[in-house]
Nanobody
């Protein structure tokens, strides 16, 4: 399966964006899917994950602001990001796995939050 992230853009602090992670090839219904991000000059970090049954987990910094969800029929996982902060700026990626990536990285989507 290949995953493609999209939906990034430029937004002011306090704004919202919804990212999409679309799978091509095989189904993802049995897989946990996670979002990661890489800020300029920093290492990539795990942000949120959703299990096949819908269980979710979040980085403390985004709890209460971000919501991860999935639509298995559309083979898509979403990341709804509200009340964005400049510290959320980075390239966002999705990957198979709970908190450890299982696939090679695809092209991410850039999120820029201005103050």
């Amino acid at each position: 399966v290949q995953l493609q992230a999209s939906g990034g853009g430029l937004v002011q602090a306090g704004g919202s964006l919804r990212l999409s992670c679309a799978a091509s090839g095989s189904t993802i219904s049995g897989d946990a899917i996670a979002w990661y991000r890489q800020a300029p000059g920093k290492e990539r970090e795990w942000v949120a994950a959703i299990a096949s049954g819908g269980l979710t987990s979040y980085l403390d910094f985004v709890k209460g602001r971000f919501t991860i969800s999935r639509d298995n029929a559309k083979k898509t996982v979403y990341l709804q990001m509200n009340n964005l902060k400049p510290e959320d700026t980075g390239v966002y990626y999705c990957n198979v796995g709970w908190k450890r990536p299982f696939r090679s990285w695809g092209q991410g989507t850039l999120v820029t939050v201005s103050s």
